[in-house]
């Protein structure tokens, strides 16, 4: 076990140095290539940023990962496979995105692309459970696409987040310490290297990247990231039989998905699409309630904690106990959504924001106007 310990650690180093070392020539690059991300009405930050910093997460995952595969895994745990594979497709059709603003059509189909090379490599949602019961629903022939909605869902909600310094990369760092400590329990020593390596590739990468960023990580980082966090979240089920089998990878992915959902109840009450874009997301109220930068991060990540924690909890609490937990959690949801405005607030897109400072304007002109005749 110790020599375990050691390994563990050795591997963490391994992608946390290789990430770090890598961010620098990633920063370099987007200067060269352009891929460089101008601040506009949606955009918190100010001045042109580099914006493909995932490229040094994708290295300080993908390198010790490959040697984790081949070498200690010996090639035989084929979704392990195919959670690579599916994610260099990944990262591949985020990369191209940052440089060249690729449709969203084009990015669905990359995605949708990466998450069936993981299904095919074994990669499932074979079952779920009720709150009320051990019962398991086996999902058949419906496995796949439930497999799918959830990593597609998954990668895009982590890219939702990716809206202020260091908080996507935070948010799924803490979310992979939680399914490593899962891991842990349940003897899945696969998932808990693969935990730690994105782990420490997520450490190196932090230093340029938490607020003031010197780079961000780009949809090549932040869709990359989404896929591995819903894909490990489904290798850390295959051992669950009990009620927390669904609730699990819920808990953990719970600021992603929260604000996903938050989104989209918050634009249908504005009459709006629900992929139209908008600057009312959970970081955006924090920042309008008038905290700092650094603080909203660091308030998200305590929200990402307490969920994580409250996952590994509940691997190990009767079922009442955890239906306890749920319920707290929701009503600690309800008093931050109604504290914070995140579904009710408006205008919700860009565009009417714009139509109300063009309004404003207008305004301002026929004021002036008129006190001038």
């Known amino acids: 076990m110790q020599m375990f310990g050691i390994k ?17 020539f990633a920063i370099w690059l987007a200067g060269k290539v352009g891929a460089v991300d101008m601040p506009n009405q949606r955009k918190v930050h100010t001045h042109a940023m580099p914006r493909i910093g995932g490229i040094a ?10 040697f984790e595969a081949g070498y200690v895994l010996k090639g035989q745990y084929l979704p392990f496979w ?58 058949g022939v419906l496995s ?30 803490i979310a992979a310490l939680s399914l490593g400590l899962v891991a842990y329990t349940q003897g899945q020593p696969a998932l808990l290297v693969l935990m730690v390596v994105i782990g420490g590739a997520i450490l190196g990468f932090l230093p340029y990247n938490f607020h003031p960023a ?10 990359f990231l989404g896929f591995l966090m819903g894909a490990t979240a489904i290798l850390g089920m295959a051992k669950m039989t009990a009620v927390v089998s669904l609730l699990v990878p819920v808990l953990i ?11 989209i109840l918050r634009r249908m009450h504005n009459g709006v699409g629900i992929f139209s874009p908008d600057k009312n997301h959970l970081h955006h109220r924090l920042l309008k309630m008038g905290f700092s930068h650094a603080h909203t991060v660091l308030i998200i990540y305590g929200i990402s904690a307490v969920f994580g924690a409250s996952a590994v909890i509940m691997r190990w609490v009767s079922r009442p106990q955890a239906a306890m937990i749920l319920l707290v959690l929701l009503v600690l949801v ?8 995140v579904i009710t607030a408006g205008p919700a897109t860009v565009e009417q ?21």
């Open 82 to 139: 195919g959670i690579l594979a599916g994610g260099a497709i990944i990262f591949t059709v985020g990369l191209l995105d940052d440089l060249t603003e690729l449709s969203a059509w084009k990015k669905l189909a990359g995605q949708s692309l990466g998450a069936c090379v993981a299904i095919a490599c074994g990669l499932r949602v074979h079952f779920i459970t009720g709150i009320s019961s051990d019962h398991l629903y086996v999902l």
């Open 334 to 341: 309800g008093a931050g959504v109604w504290k914070t405005g």
């Open 214 to 223: 010197k780079t961000f990580m780009g949809d090549c980082g932040s869709n």
């Open 144 to 173: 796949i696409p439930v497999t799918f909605l959830w990593l597609v869902g998954v990668t895009n909600a982590v890219n939702l987040i990716d809206g202020l310094d260091g908080l996507a990369a935070g948010v799924s760092g």
């Open 353 to 373: 924001l714009e139509t109300r400072r063009e309004k404003n304007k207008e305004e301002e002109k026929l004021r002036s106007a008129h006190k001038s005749a």
């Open 8 to 24: 563990l650690l050795a591997i963490a180093l391994s992608a946390g140095v290789i990430a770090y070392m890598m961010t620098p």
């Open 57 to 66: 997460i994708f290295a300080g995952v993908m390198l010790p990962g490959l």
């Open 253 to 263: 992915l719970g600021v992603p998905i929260l604000d996903t959902l938050f989104a």
